[in-house]
């Protein structure tokens, strides 16, 4: 049989790829082949790369420095305005490390990341990265250069999980500092308080930014399929409760359906594009969603 791009989107595949940057690229191009265009550059905005010199090429626009280095004439090009200017922010904080079949949280998170990445400046896209927990760990400001996609993957590569889950500070304070309006795409599991992350995100729409929140759930967190007595242990704070998971079953699965559906609800209420994702599913769902809203907002 051969192999489609579902295969190379799945968790189990994904699992297994442990170089980032492969992961990126076979999950996108093979998703959607073709979906970017070649980049197009011009004189007015940012430094982008090196041409070799062709006749009727403006003299003003040749690298001197470069020529005296290698004897060869090279033109700077430079990068027009990108389409969209976007921010990921990826929440690291430990619960993202739960993961009861064979990816966790974090990886799969990790992954929509990095496919994300990829895809937005194989468009041209200016993308930049936020890694947070309780604080802002790592901060990457947007480029559309293909220089930064390294930088962005590479970050992802070593990024880990720690720490608690403080949410609404980060949104706050990165609500204020960002200048320019564009996408922010928040890719968390969202276990902090529902009305103070609200508030956060209610603060980015202010400011005039589109969001996209893509809500990382594994199947157990989802269901609390369990046939037997287990000692839940909190990641962020090591806290733990034994209980038998099927005589709370259905209360349970009630109170975390009114938790997604609350998210949900006051999304929708602020203009903003809720995804709810299973790490059991492949990432079609989490792509398609993107696509979707990007052609809205360019």
Same mark, same amino acid.
């Given at each position: 049989?051969? @192999?489609?791009?579902?295969?190379y989107l799945?968790?189990?595949?994904i699992?297994?790829?442990? &170089?980032?940057?492969?992961?990126?690229? #076979?999950? @996108?191009? /093979?998703?959607?082949?073709?979906?970017?265009?070649?980049?197009?550059? /011009?004189?007015?905005v940012?430094?982008?790369?090196?041409?070799?010199?062709? $006749?009727?090429?403006e003299?003003?626009?040749?690298?001197?420095?470069l020529?005296?280095?290698t004897?060869?004439?090279?033109?700077?090009?430079?990068?027009?305005?990108? %389409?969209?200017?976007?921010h990921?922010? $990826?929440d690291?904080?430990?619960?993202m490390?739960?993961?009861?079949?064979?990816?966790?949280?974090?990886?799969? +998170?990790?992954t929509?990341? +990095?496919?994300?990445?990829?895809m937005m400046?194989?468009?041209?896209? +200016?993308? /930049?990265?936020?890694t947070f927990d309780?604080?802002?760990?790592?901060s990457?400001p947007?480029?559309?250069?293909?220089?930064?996609?390294n930088? #962005?993957?590479?970050?992802?590569?070593?990024s880990?999980?720690?720490?608690?889950t403080?949410?609404?500070?980060?949104?706050?304070?990165? +609500?204020?500092?960002?200048?320019?309006r564009?996408?922010?795409i928040?890719?968390?599991?969202?276990?902090?308080?529902?009305?103070?992350?609200i508030k956060?995100?209610r !603060?980015f729409?202010y400011?005039? !930014?589109?969001?996209?929140? $893509?809500?990382?759930?594994?199947?157990?967190?989802?269901?609390?399929d369990? %046939?037997?007595?287990? &000692?839940?242990?909190?990641?962020?704070?090591?806290?733990?409760?034994?209980t038998?998971?099927?005589?709370?079953k259905?209360a349970y699965?009630?109170a975390?359906?009114?938790f997604?559906?609350?998210y949900?609800?006051e999304c929708?209420?602020n %203009?903003?594009?809720?995804?709810?994702?299973?790490?059991?599913?492949?990432?079609?769902k989490? #792509?398609?969603?993107y696509?979707i809203?990007?052609?809205?907002? @360019?």
């Amino acid at each position: 049989m051969d @192999v489609t791009y579902q295969d190379y989107l799945s968790s189990s595949v994904i699992k297994k790829i442990s &170089n980032i940057a492969l992961r990126a690229k #076979l999950v @996108v191009e /093979g998703f959607i082949i073709g979906l970017h265009k070649s980049p197009y550059h /011009g004189f007015s905005v940012e430094f982008s790369e090196h041409r070799p010199y062709s $006749f009727g090429d403006e003299i003003k626009y040749i690298d001197w420095k470069l020529l005296a280095k290698t004897d060869k004439l090279y033109i700077k090009q430079f990068e027009e305005e990108t %389409n969209l200017n976007c921010h990921i922010l $990826f929440d690291t904080s430990a619960s993202m490390q739960y993961g009861s079949g064979e990816i966790q949280k974090f990886d799969y +998170a990790q992954t929509l990341c +990095a496919s994300l990445s990829y895809m937005m400046i194989k468009q041209q896209d +200016a993308v /930049g990265l936020t890694t947070f927990d309780t604080k802002i760990n790592i901060s990457i400001p947007p480029k559309s250069r293909p220089s930064h996609l390294n930088i #962005l993957l590479n970050t992802l590569h070593h990024s880990k999980v720690q720490g608690e889950t403080k949410i609404s500070n980060i949104l706050h304070s990165l +609500a204020e500092s960002m200048k320019k309006r564009g996408l922010i795409i928040l890719i968390s599991d969202l276990f902090d308080d529902q009305e103070d992350v609200i508030k956060g995100l209610r !603060h980015f729409r202010y400011k005039g !930014h589109e969001i996209i929140v $893509f809500h990382i759930m594994d199947d157990k967190e989802i269901s609390l399929d369990f %046939n037997e007595s287990v &000692n839940f242990i909190d990641l962020e704070n090591n806290d733990s409760m034994k209980t038998d998971p099927r005589q709370i079953k259905s209360a349970y699965q009630k109170a975390y359906s009114n938790f997604c559906n609350q998210y949900k609800n006051e999304c929708s209420k602020n %203009n903003i594009d809720y995804v709810p994702v299973n790490t059991s599913d492949s990432l079609d769902k989490s #792509l398609i969603e993107y696509l979707i809203k990007r052609t809205k907002v @360019v």
